[in-house]
Structures are given as structure tokens and as C-alpha cells.
């Protein structure tokens, strides 16, 4: 039998934010605080973010609760409090000792998606990686959209996450999977048009729970914010940035707000400068606008990964990767960070990192023939952008990605074309 559903806590939340707000409208008049105002307990709003993400819940009810919750403001207590539900509702899946750079999105720029190749850079310069992301809400490709663009698997399940960084140092957790819940929530906040609390919630709900992290915020009121949720948790550092472009991710050309979390008890601000990394682009250079799709993106990033490209945009993957060695202590300043990041890539360690992690995925998590028939496609795209021609099989079987089944099935496909 169906249980009966109660949004009593939502409803009672959200009769609490209502009249709060009128109070607070009323206030200029002198007007006396409406003693009527249900009295909230951390379980009722618990449980109100529950009955939130259950699919029981009216749209209308989801709307109308963010909408007015969403102009009370975003605070410290209420990320930690979703954050939490959304943890326990989700899949987790620990790993040991592992990092991640991640962003909110959602700073309007359009840029380059950088966080995914300086996780494969630091991968390479031995920093244990659990990248969690989506795919693209604003920009024109997403984390997963690259990831997968570059021949992965993108739905790596739970059990396979830590082998994967055991072997590769480098494993994407692709959020949909390991958070379900939210489906319920995506058509309203679609609809709403307005930013909520849930828009910067995703770097603090990796299932891999990473204890150290560059965090970029779009948002410079949050920023701060998002350092004080992150300093709650018991042995996490980290680089809360933003920069003064207006990104959340840290700035080649501009000084970048940094908020750094570990070192005292409140995280500590800090600015730095484009200097502090060893470089000096003039500050109009521009840096920020990415490529059309996937394809484009993946086909310069993997240039980049190769060694084959210099420039502005690689140095500010670079600078995202190095601010992640200096927060995880394995170099004493940025500017080492940046050497040590730039070995990985001269090495041809960094793409080697990518090309373990391409066999591993489609290997421990089982794909079928037509996921492998898949991979092989996408990644043949970002190649021929280099090549416009089938590659030769003995040039393909020197390529490490790709075991010999999938060699196979690839003649096959090259054969027919």
C-alpha cells in the first residue's frame, strides 16, 4: 500500500519564511513581530528538505518554498543542513587521501572547462584525484560532456571508485549517478530562473569526500561562505576563489580572492596575484571564452595534456592545479606548484593518467560492446580534429587507452565506415 506523504515540515517552514518576511517588510512601521511565527527546530527543517527533494511534493510547493526561501538569504546553516540530506540520500562512495577542483559554475563566462584537465595534471604529479561533476547547465561543455567526449565511461558505480584511483590516481564521479534526489528538484529550479542554494551545492557533495580541494565559487558573497561550511569538516584543506573577472576559478590575467581553509580555525583571505604563479599576461589577454561543444573542448585540452600547446589557457589549467599541490602541501609555494604541474605534463605523465583512467572505466565497470563502440566514436572525433583520417592499426595498438577486444571492434568499425 502507497504510505501517505506529509509536507507538514515544508509547509510549516515555509508559513515561518512568509511571515518573517512580512515582518520584516512591516518593520520600518514599527510594527511588532507577529508571535504567530511557527517555531522552527533543526528537525523540522531537516525534514522539510526531505519533503523537498521527494517526488510526492507538488512543483508549486518545491517553487513557491525555494523562491521565498531563497530571499531570506544563503547562509552558512543552510548549506550544511542540504548538504547533509542530499549526503545521506545519496551513494557514497569514500576513498582514502583523495583531492579534488571543482567549481560552481554558473559566472556567465563561458570558459574553457579547466578543472578537469588540472585534475589529470595533478593525477600525473602523483595527487590522488576523485573529480566529481555534471554535465554542462550554462557553458558550452560540462565536465562530463569532456570527460566522456575523451573516451570514458561515464557512469562509474560506487564499488569501482577507489580501485580506480588506486590504479589511476584518477576517477570522475559523475553526480547524477550518486545523487538521484535531485531529479526531483531540476524541472523547478529550471523554471524558476533564479539561483537557489541547491546552484552551489555541488562541489561539497562529492561522494569521494575529498579532505583537500580548490573550490571556485561564481557568486564572491558565497565565497566566503562556502570556506566556512568546508571549515566545519574535520581535516580539510583548501582554496575557496574567486577571481576579480568574475570567475570561479582563479584568474591568469587579475588578482583572485582566495579564501584559504585548514590553516586556523576561520578560514583566513587572502589576494593573489597572477605574479604569484610566475606570470604576467597583460590584463585585457583574453582567456575566459570556450570552444563550441565537447569536441572542440576535448581536442584543445588534450593538445594541452600532450604537451603540444602553450599559451594563456594552459597556464591557467596549470594555476588551478598548482593552488591544489600548495593547499595539499607538497610544495612550499605556487610558483613550485606551477613547475611541479608542468613536469607532469613534459613527462607525459598527465595524459597518461587520462588514457589509464579511458581503459580502466570501460574495462572494471563492464561496458557493453555498444558503450565500447561508443567511447571509441568520441574519442575519434577529438582525434581526427588533429588527423582528418582513420588511424592505422598498428599505430592504435601502440595506444594505451585501448585494450585488444577493443581494437578488434574498432577495425570493424573503421572498416565499415
Known amino acids: 500500500p502507497k504510505v501517505f506523504f506529509s509536507m507538514a515540515h515544508l509547509k510549516k517552514w515555509l508559513s515561518s519564511l512568509s511571515l518573517c518576511t512580512s515582518v520584516e517588510a512591516q518593520s520600518a512601521k514599527k510594527h511588532k513581530p507577529d508571535s504567530s511565527a511557527p517555531q522552527l527546530t533543526g528537525a523540522d527543517k531537516r525534514q522539510a528538505i526531505v519533503e523537498l527533494l521527494s517526488p510526492d511534493v507538488s512543483d508549486i510547493q518545491k517553487a513557491s518554498f525555494l523562491a521565498v526561501l531563497t530571499t531570506q538569504g544563503i547562509d552558512a546553516d543552510l548549506i550544511d543542513l542540504c548538504a547533509s540530506v542530499l549526503l545521506e540520500q545519496g551513494t557514497p562512495a569514500p576513498v582514502p587521501d583523495v583531492a579534488d577542483i571543482v567549481g560552481t559554475g554558473g559566472d556567465g563566462k563561458n570558459t574553457w572547462n579547466v578543472s578537469t584537465p588540472a585534475c589529470l595534471i595533478a593525477a600525473g604529479a602523483g595527487v590522488r584525484m576523485a573529480k566529481h561533476g555534471n554535465r554542462s547547465a550554462t557553458s558550452n561543455c560540462g565536465s562530463s560532456d569532456l570527460i566522456e567526449q575523451l573516451g570514458a565511461y561515464l557512469e562509474v558505480p560506487a564499488p569501482q571508485v577507489q580501485p580506480i584511483v588506486d590504479q589511476s590516481h584518477f576517477c570522475y564521479l559523475f553526480a547524477p549517478a550518486f ?163 608542468q613536469a607532469s605534463i613534459t613527462s607525459g605523465k598527465a595524459v597518461a593518467k587520462l588514457n589509464e583512467y579511458v581503459r580502466l572505466s570501460t574495462r572494471l565497470c563492464k561496458a557493453s560492446t555498444t558503450d565500447i563502440l561508443a567511447r571509441i566514436v568520441k574519442r575519434r572525433e577529438v582525434d581526427t ?33
Open 385 to 417: 580534429l588533429f588527423a582528418q583520417n582513420w588511424v592505422k592499426e598498428a599505430e592504435l595498438r601502440a595506444m594505451p587507452y585501448f585494450a585488444t577486444p577493443t581494437i578488434n571492434l574498432y577495425t570493424q568499425l573503421r572498416n565499415n565506415k
Open 179 to 341: 545523487h538521484p534526489s535531485l531529479r526531483h528538484l531540476a524541472k523547478v529550479r529550471r523554471e524558476l530562473g533564479m539561483k537557489t542554494v541547491f546552484n552551489f551545492l555541488g562541489p561539497i557533495l562529492n561522494p569521494a569526500r575529498p579532505t583537500r580541494m580548490v573550490l571556485g565559487v561564481s557568486d564572491i558573497h558565497l565565497a566566503p561562505v562556502l570556506a566556512k561550511v568546508l571549515s566545519r569538516l574535520p581535516g580539510v584543506r583548501a582554496a575557496v576563489v574567486h577571481s576579480e573577472d568574475g570567475t570561479d576559478k582563479i584568474s591568469p590575467v587579475l588578482r583572485t580572492h582566495v579564501w584559504w581553509v585548514g590553516r586556523s580555525t576561520e578560514p583566513e583571505h587572502e589576494l593573489l596575484s597572477p605574479q604569484d604563479f610566475g606570470l604576467s599576461y597583460p590584463p585585457t589577454t583574453p582567456y575566459t571564452e570556450g570552444g563550441s561543444g565537447p569536441v572542440e573542448n576535448a581536442a584543445r585540452l588534450l593538445n594541452i595534456l600532450r604537451g603540444k600547446e602553450d599559451g594563456v589557457l594552459k597556464d591557467f589549467i596549470l594555476m588551478q592545479a598548482a593552488a591544489l599541490a600548495f593547499v595539499d602541501q607538497k610544495v612550499g609555494s605556487l610558483k613550485e606548484g606551477m613547475a611541479m604541474m
